[in-house]
């Protein structure tokens, strides 16, 4: 893998991503396609077991703090401890004692994140936990995060992508419309009818960010008339969360506010993104 480039330069006006996000991306793809199509864990329910892992001592004041605060008042608990039940071919490492101040750091991001969202938003996803571990993993694939609408947990790697702040919290809002995609839609990979009708004629969308694998397709650069990035241009379902991420991410959202100021086509898609969004209250 080529060195990682500081995603947060600018180049020719675009936000300049990496060889190394485009990996990121690929492989929340690919955990998405093992999850399948529906949101229902590719495994049964009977497969959903607390993790081997040995526990972080709860005493730590920094991990103990951080787990009494944060979003509990949003009925969404933080938890980085052994009983959170997940599907079979799901693996993580809890964090060691001595990551305390680094989980905080992170929790710290993903409370800022999710208070983007309405109190009556978060209880619509029924999204009751955030799991924070590291080497996270779908059937051995590194994941950055992996939702799980069965469980209302949304599995999150504190430590990949940790020197790129921007890309953390655009995989949570990414990831979290899948998430909601399963609890609407029963199917993550949603597709919406009027969706591809917004696209230039002819525009036909590729085999899924799975096979994405040109690495220039992660740079924010609104490549073509509709589309922020390249890798929105793999499938329906990744066009869509790619631009939720971008309308949440601060500093994603001024690229995407200039692009859709010159491109009808983005500003349409945005638009019917609100209106998908609309029953669970996201604005």
Known sequence: MQAKVNRCSIKNGALESSRE????????????????????????????????QPAVAETNPDIARTQSEMLSKDGISLVWR?????????????PSSGDAGAVAVFAGKVEEEMGKYS????????????????????????????????????????????????????????????????????????HDS??????????????????????????????????????????????????EACRLVRSEDKLLEGWMAKDSVLRSKYLRLLEILKPLGVQ
């Open 82 to 94: 052994t009983d959170v039940p997940h599907p079979g071919y799901c693996a993580y490492t809890v």
């Open 194 to 243: 009027a969706w591809a009708g917004l696209n230039l004629p002819g525009f036909q969308y590729g085999n899924g960010g799975v096979n994405q694998r040109e690495s220039s397709s992660a740079v924010l650069d609104h490549p073509m008339t509709g589309f922020v990035d390249g890798y929105a241009e793999s499938a329906q379902e990744e066009d869509m969360a790619e631009i």
């Open 21 to 52: 996000r485009f990996c990121k991306l690929q492989v929340l793809a690919l955990g998405l396609a093992l999850v399948g199509s529906g949101c229902q864990s590719a495994v049964p329910p009977a497969s959903l077991a607390p993790s081997a």
């Open 119 to 190: 109190r009556s938003a978060l209880t619509a996803m029924h999204l009751t936990r955030i799991a924070i571990y590291e080497n996270l993993a779908v059937q051995g694939q590194p994941r950055a995060a992996m939702p799980d609408p069965d469980s209302g947990t949304l599995f999150l790697d504190y430590k990949l992508g940790d020197d790129d702040d921007a890309y953390q919290r655009h995989v949570i809002h990414h990831e979290l419309f899948h998430y909601m995609m399963g609890v609407l839609h029963n199917d993550m990979q949603f």
